[in-house]
């Protein structure tokens, strides 16, 4: 009975500074972490809506949750450049994030997606840069397209599906128009 109280007690103390390890490491690397979070969804921004780097990025919020941002061209807000929203829709085997810009019409000027967890060497193609080139070739369809009306070449848009991963493909033209839909509803609410 002592044995197994004192292994009880061994492991116990093993777990306690296991766990004191843990939270310290955890609490140097948060602010790191959450710094580069931060850099990678600015830098994924700045795609999203190209021009944006020398003007003025605001967020439009509704308590602690961002609606959409709505970019300047300069830091005076006398010419809008347009605005960025983050959605997102359920693919094949995960949440398809992203960021998208629009201008004032309602145009796509960039992209980005911010998360994704398809099946490899398929779905994630959706984000994949062929060689040579320096952005997404399936991302690249949608510059120039109005966001209201994105939608696949199967479903009778301008979009052409990857090979093998209509799923994924399709959950991003409707994560642009779900967005689009509510960045909408947000701007008339503003008014």
Do not use: H, W
């Amino acid at each position: 009975m002592k044995e197994i109280i004192r292994y009880g007690f061994i492991l116990m103390m093993v777990a306690v500074v296991a766990a004191t390890g843990l939270s310290a490491v955890y609490n140097v690397a948060k602010p790191r972490i959450d710094e580069q979070k931060r850099l990678q969804f600015e830098a994924a921004l700045a795609t999203a809506l190209p021009g944006s780097e020398t003007g003025i990025m605001e967020p439009v919020q509704r308590g602690d949750t961002v609606l959409y941002y709505r970019c300047y061209v300069d830091s005076l807000k006398t010419e809008l450049l347009g605005y960025a929203f983050r959605t997102g829709y359920y693919g094949y085997s995960s949440e398809v994030e992203s960021i998208v810009g629009i201008d004032s019409s309602g145009t796509i000027l960039g992209l980005k997606i911010l998360s994704q967890a398809e099946t490899p060497g398929l779905g994630t193609k959706i984000q994949e840069i062929r060689y040579g080139e320096k952005d997404p070739y399936f991302l690249r369809q949608f510059i120039g397209q109005p966001a209201a009306t994105v939608s696949l070449d199967k479903d009778g848009g301008k979009i052409t599906a990857i090979t093998g991963a209509t799923i994924s493909s399709r959950a991003v033209t409707r994560s642009i128009l779900q967005g689009y839909e509510q960045m909408q509803e947000n701007l008339q609410a503003e008014r």
